[in-house]
């Protein structure tokens, strides 16, 4: 019975499937393996400020293996969720339960840059696979790049890159950014000050408050003071929206823009957003087939509209498809699970997209202005962008 079969190591297994696999009809302990549904973690926030960027991400990761048949690769897919929270604190702790306890053969997760972090830690020593849905912490694809680690969403400077370059185009020589005190935000600060300094411009002021606080109002008071031709700010999901209310009833006359402060917000958001630019690798009313496919499908499952969390879901199970289909449902085989990996080219929502060395995606930065409640494209930021990937030797 499989329940006498002890988990199997990954390169174990494949060396003892080679060995016997020939010389016998009876079942071995790698068919049986094999037979068995992989199991996949999802360790995403279903509670708090980004719960619902973490339903969305679900909602997509079980819309590409229902399109699969329920199979990748081959392999029944067995999903175990965990709830994070958002709560860097307890990552460590949560990677390790759905890595050891739950013994998952696959991670996903998560949304949070700190509680990222966490993961990262337990999966660099255990070797599991994992692919990021969405939290772009800039170290886990430079220095600390690992090769069973991929991301399938964006790092945290590659939008607010796109954004400083457009202002900077512009002839904007003052900005300032509001954010969260964590590394999405500061980390988005520095993408945004490149692109500003890459065309003439000047980040001249950061303000923060803590994670997910939203006391945004003496934030709010010191931005007329400071000279800026114009505001940018990291926030996102119930932040955002509170966020992008407060700074239209301040009355402040620079304009707001930013990277994920209109993204799956803008029901909420209503008038408060109408204008604001954002750049980031998707937007409503791409007109790829591929976007077409995806929005119905998602509206169809999930009763409300896709965003870049829903797309970010989706890549991360169609990167996962590729090395399993690749490796024949054989997730102990590394080398042709992350050979194919490494190579994919992904028909996306967002358009096409490759992995960098680093393995981090390349995609477009878009331009989008919110009109009546649609983050509408209007021209490209940044084509084709790739992270730095600074301090990566994986390549
Ligand atoms: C992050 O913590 O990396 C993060 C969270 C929410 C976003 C983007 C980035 O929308």
Redesign the pocket.
């Known amino acids: 019975m499989a329940t006498s079969i002890i988990r199997p190591t990954r390169r174990g297994l494949l060396q003892g499937a080679v060995a016997t696999a020939a010389a016998s009809t009876i079942p071995t302990g790698w068919a049986i393996a094999q037979a068995k549904p992989l199991k996949l973690g999802l360790m995403l926030p279903y509670s708090g400020t980004?719960a619902k960027?973490g339903e969305n991400i679900t909602f997509a990761v079980e819309m590409l293996i229902a399109e699969k048949g329920g199979k990748l690769g081959g392999r029944e897919i067995q999903i175990i969720k965990l709830d994070d929270e958002s709560k860097p604190e307890n990552g460590p702790q949560n990677a390790d339960r759905l890595v050891k306890r739950d013994q998952v053969d696959v991670l996903i997760g998560t949304?949070?840059?700190?509680v990222?972090m966490g993961i990262h830690k337990v999966v660099r020593e255990s070797g599991t696979l994992t692919i990021i849905p969405?939290?772009?912490?800039n170290a886990i694809t430079r220095a600390l790049c690992a090769p069973n680690v991929f991301r399938a969403s964006f790092s945290?400077w590659q939008c607010p890159y796109g954004m400083g370059l457009v202002l900077g185009k512009r002839g904007v020589k003052k900005a300032a950014w509001v954010s969260w005190d964590?590394?999405?935000g500061i980390e988005a600060a520095e993408g945004f000050r490149d692109g500003l300094a890459k065309e003439g411009g000047e980040l001249t002021k950061i303000l923060t408050l803590k994670f997910p606080e939203t006391n945004f109002q003496p934030l709010l008071a010191q931005l007329p003071e400071l000279g800026v031709e114009a505001v940018g700010a990291?926030f996102?999901?119930g932040g955002a929206v509170q966020f992008v209310k407060e700074y239209k009833s301040a009355g402040i006359k620079m304009p707001l823009c930013g990277a994920?402060l209109t993204?799956g917000t803008l029901e909420a958001q209503g008038a408060a957003a109408e204008g604001i630019e954002t750049a980031l690798h998707y937007g409503d009313g791409l007109d790829n087939p591929k976007n077409h496919a995806f929005r119905k499908a998602f509206t169809d499952k999930a009763k409300r509209e896709a965003d870049v969390?829903a797309v970010q879901g989706y890549d991360a199970a169609q990167l996962l498809a590729v090395g399993l289909e690749a490796a024949k449902g054989k997730i102990e085989d590394e080398a042709a699970l992350y050979k194919a990996m490494r190579g994919a080219k992904l028909d996306s929502p967002r358009g096409p997209i490759s992995i960098s060395p680093s393995q981090e995606v390349v995609h477009n930065i878009y331009l989008r202005r919110a009109e009546n409640g649609l983050n509408k494209v209007v021209g490209i930021a940044a084509p084709a962008l790739a992270d730095p990937g600074t301090g990566c030797k994986l390549g």
């Open positions: 980004f960027l949304v949070h840059s700190g990222q969405n939290a772009g912490a945290n964590y590394a999405a990291f996102a999901g994920f993204e969390y």
